[in-house]
């Protein structure tokens, strides 16, 4: 009975040994990445930004442009409102109201198209990031890298590799 119980001991020692030397066997790398500063600060994101910036002002012009034409008619129906008929204020009117209108969804597709150029180059060049980081998870054999911005709450310095992935990013654009 003595024996069985020995027995029964070792076999639990055993068996709950190998599992913590096999933890220890197995380290664990992780890295944490902030791909927004990759955006924000790796050549291609910089010449996107540029690149958005010189639409959105050329959009702005043409807004102004829009504007001014809009104030221009307003003040012409504002000075000769006393003087038309009923029904030739009210015809201005309609045509002012549709400028308006013309105007707003104007303005909306110019925001809307912009969006959708700063979308299109953010997945191109996340679609690229992602390339660079799966090349340096795998040459550096972390078995684990996390999005600065999306859960983690603290993390060593050491763990960041954003400045390795921008500068590997930046250098294979060239």
């Given at each position: ?8 001991t ?24 902030d ?82 150029e700063?979308?299109?180059g ?53």
């Amino acid at each position: 009975m003595i024996k069985k119980h020995l027995f029964m001991t070792i076999v639990m020692i055993v068996a709950l040994a190998i599992p913590i030397s096999a933890l220890r066997a197995a380290t664990l790398k992780i890295g944490v990445i902030d791909l927004h500063a990759c955006l924000r600060n790796s050549t291609a994101g910089k010449n996107l930004l540029r690149k958005l910036e010189k639409k959105k002002d050329a959009m702005q012009k043409q807004i102004k442009q829009k504007q001014k034409e809009l104030l221009k008619i307003q003040e012409n129906l504002q000075k000769q409102g006393m003087m038309l008929s009923n029904d030739a204020r009210e015809k201005q009117q309609k045509e002012l109201e549709r400028k308006q209108r013309e105007y707003k969804y104007f303005v909306e597709d110019m925001q809307d198209t912009l969006r959708k150029e700063e979308t299109k180059g953010t997945k191109q060049i996340l679609l690229q990031l992602q390339e660079v980081i799966h090349d340096i998870a795998t040459e550096g054999r972390y078995s684990l890298i996390l999005e600065k911005r999306t859960g983690v709450v603290f993390n060593d310095a050491s763990l960041d590799i954003t400045d390795k992935v921008i500068a590997r990013f930046d250098k294979g654009k060239k």
